[in-house]
C-alpha cells in the first residue's frame, strides 16, 4: 500500500464529536457525491477508489443519518483499472440528507457541489480538511524525490475554501488550475507534517518525519563526504603541481640557488608530497603560517615560469 493509501487508511479510524462526523462528510460528499439514475431510479453516489475511505463514507452515513446506503463497485475502465466503490443512497434519502448537512440548493444530477460557506468551530475545521483529503487529496511517499501533499478540487470555491481553512493553521498553502479543476498543494516537510498532525494522521506523521530525518542526515552525509573529497583532490592537484615546478627548478639551476625560505618550502614539500599546506606548516614546527606556504609556492612558481620562458617552452616539456 503506498503512504497516502496508510495515511487514508488511518484516518478512517478517527473517532470525532458528531459535529465533526458530519463535518467530514459534508466535505467528502461535496467532492465525490454525484446524482445520476441508475436503474430506473435517481440515487447520489459518493466515490472513491480507496477501500477505506469507502468503509468510513458507509459507516458515518448509516449511523450519522439513519440512511441504508449500498455498496456498489466497478472497474475503471482507464489508467490502472482499479476499483471503484460507490457508496449509493436513494435520492429522496440523500436530499433529506444533504439538507440537514447545510445545502440549501440540491441538483436534480450532477456533481453535488459544496454547500454554502458555514462558520467552523475549530475541531470541524480540522474534520473538513480531514473529509477534503480522503476525498481528493494524496501525498508523495516521503522518501521519494521531493515533498508534496494537494487536495484537488472541482471548483474554484472549494480551492479556496481549502486554501482559507489550511492558511488558517498556517500551512502557507498555494492554489494552481490543472486541467478540469484546482489544486491546493503544500511542498514543504514541516508544512505537510503540521497538516497531518491537524487531520488526526499522527502514524503517518511519525513515519513521514522518521524518513524525513534519515534523509535529511544522508543528504548531509554525502554533502560532508563530497566536499571532503573536493579538498582531497584539490589538495592532491596542488601538490603535484608544485612537485612538479620543484623538479624543474632542480633541474635546471639547482634547489641551492634559492632563497633559504624558498628552499625551506620546496624541501618540506618534497619530504611530504601528500600531505595539505596546514599539515605541511605543522610538519615545519610552525615556523611558517599556512598562508605564508602558500605565498612561497606562488614565488616558486614565478621562477619555474620564469625559466619556462627563458627556454622557450623547452624545459617545460623535458619536465
Not at 441504508?68 to 457508496?87: D, G, Q, S, T, W
Not at 503517518?204 to 571532503?228: S, T, W, Y
Request: proline share 3%; charged share 25%; glycine share 8%.
Amino acid at each position: 500500500m503506498s503512504f497516502a493509501g496508510q495515511t487514508k487508511k488511518e484516518l478512517t479510524l478517527v473517532e470525532d464529536a458528531p459535529c465533526c462526523q458530519q463535518t467530514e462528510v459534508r466535505a467528502i460528499i461535496a467532492w465525490n457525491g454525484v446524482f445520476h439514475v441508475a436503474e430506473s431510479r435517481r440515487v447520489l453516489d459518493v466515490e472513491t477508489e480507496n477501500v477505506a475511505t469507502a468503509r468510513r463514507i458507509y459507516t458515518l452515513l448509516k449511523g450519522g443519518f439513519d440512511v441504508h446506503p449500498e455498496v456498489v463497485v466497478r472497474k475503471k475502465m482507464r489508467l490502472k483499472k482499479n476499483n471503484v466503490y460507490a457508496i449509493r443512497v436513494p435520492a429522496i434519502h440523500a436530499e433529506h440528507t444533504l439538507r440537514s448537512l447545510g445545502w440549501t440548493s440540491i441538483p436534480t444530477a450532477g456533481q453535488v457541489g459544496s454547500p454554502p460557506a458555514q462558520r467552523l468551530k475549530s475541531c470541524c475545521r480540522r474534520a473538513y480538511l480531514r473529509g477534503a483529503f480522503l476525498a481528493g487529496g494524496s501525498v508523495n511517499d516521503p522518501g521519494g524525490a521531493s515533498y508534496h501533499l494537494e487536495i484537488s478540487c472541482n471548483a474554484r470555491e472549494q480551492a479556496d475554501s481549502v486554501l482559507s481553512l489550511m492558511n488558517q493553521f498556517g500551512l502557507h498553502a498555494k492554489q494552481i488550475r490543472r486541467k478540469n479543476g484546482f489544486v491546493v498543494y503544500l511542498k514543504e516537510g514541516e508544512k505537510i507534517v503540521e497538516f497531518l498532525s491537524i487531520i488526526g494522521a499522527h502514524q503517518a506523521l511519525l513515519k513521514f518525519e522518521d524518513v524525513r530525518i534519515l534523509k535529511g542526515m544522508r543528504n548531509q552525509v554525502n554533502r560532508l563526504v563530497n566536499c571532503e573529497t573536493a579538498n582531497m583532490n584539490k589538495t592532491i592537484a596542488a601538490a603535484v603541481r608544485q612537485l612538479e615546478v620543484i623538479q624543474l627548478i632542480d633541474e635546471r639551476i639547482g634547489l641551492s640557488t634559492l632563497p633559504a625560505h624558498l628552499r625551506e618550502a620546496a624541501e618540506l614539500r618534497m619530504r611530504y608530497p601528500e600531505v595539505n599546506l596546514q599539515e605541511l606548516s605543522l610538519q615545519s614546527g610552525n615556523r611558517v603560517s599556512k598562508s605564508g606556504l602558500n605565498h612561497r609556492f606562488r614565488k616558486l612558481e614565478e621562477i619555474a615560469d620564469g625559466l619556462r620562458g627563458s627556454d622557450g617552452g623547452k624545459l617545460s616539456s623535458r619536465a
